[in-house]
């Protein structure tokens, strides 16, 4: 794959695919419709951004590495279905872009260092962002498909299942990157659901219950939520309270929510 003679920047995190093969994998597994709007995270010298055009969407491709940002404008010159926005992606204000296509929808490859603050910015945006399809660090893909009882089952496999479906598509090999990185990748898909999976009483009530939860995950919630709830009655819900939160299910986090809210 060309790069135009780039070489990546360490400290922003940048890796670039190198394989046609997993580039195609991506784009067949996006399902492209006519009027698909994409806001690619990452653009670099924009191999992805190109196979989204071609597939016929429109695409707003994000990139904050002045070098690349001028390549992808010289490269995209003229063509009125690509905008190259030079931005941080985590200060970029996503509601511009709210009303544009039939359907927002978000794919990149994520630089690994911060992949958390990308990912809670998409949820936090989810109102009118249908899905996004990313490249993770595979450990990251891993705990956001956590089940109960693992111990990299958190805050995020807990509020992404609470609101979304998300699936490991594939899994790509580091020595599919040019430079190679230390660890493998996944691609995921981030599918929003209409409404939460579980009814809640109240959406910010429930996030800092769990964040809160997380916080001591090997202490009894018991112990853990009464620095929250100074007035919690010792054998209230005591099921659940002598639980560890790993050991609940979105579920009961969305129903143990809705008994503490008042």
């Known amino acids: ?10 400290y ?35 191999v992805l951004t190109r196979e989204l055009v071609r597939a016929g969407a429109q695409v707003a491709a994000v990139e904050t590495d002045e070098s690349l940002v001028r390549i992808l404008r010289e490269d995209f010159s003229g ?45 936090d945006n989810r109102d009118f962002v249908k899905d996004a399809t990313l490249m993770i660090q595979k450990e990251v893909g891993e705990r956001l498909t ?3 009882g693992n111990k990299i089952y ?6 992404f299942n609470q609101f979304a479906d998300v699936k490991k598509l594939f899994y790509v090999s580091r020595n599919c990157f040019s ?23 109240n959406e910010e009530f429930f996030k800092k219950l769990v964040k809160q939860a997380f916080g001591q995950r090997r202490k009894m919630l018991r112990n ?12 209230f819900l005591s099921t659940v309270l ?21």
């Open 154 to 159: 958190g805050i995020p496999t807990v509020l």
């Open 179 to 201: 430079p190679r990185p230390d660890v493998d990748s996944v691609v995921i898909n981030i599918s929003f659901l209409e409404k939460p999976r579980y009814f809640l009483k």
């Open 224 to 235: 853990t939520l009464r620095s929250i709830l100074p007035d919690i009655h010792k054998d």
């Open 79 to 123: 063509n009125p279905d690509i905008e190259i926005v030079k931005a941080d992606i985590l200060k970029l204000d996503l509601t511009e872009y709210e009303e544009r296509g039939e359907a927002l929808r978000i794919a990149g490859n994520i630089p690994y260092y911060i992949t958390s603050p990308i990912l809670f910015k998409i949820l």
């Open 146 to 148: 956590a089940e109960p």
């Open 12 to 46: 922003l995190g940048q890796n670039f695919l190198n394989s046609e093969d997993v580039l195609n994998k991506i784009v067949r597994s996006l399902e492209i419709k006519e009027n698909d709007f994409f806001i690619e995270i990452g653009a670099g010298t924009g």
């Open 1 to 10: 794959m060309n790069f135009k003679g780039v070489k990546a920047k360490k």
């Open 242 to 262: 002598s639980r560890r939160p790993e050991q609940l299910t979105t579920e009961d986090f969305a129903a143990l929510s809705n008994e503490l809210y008042k």
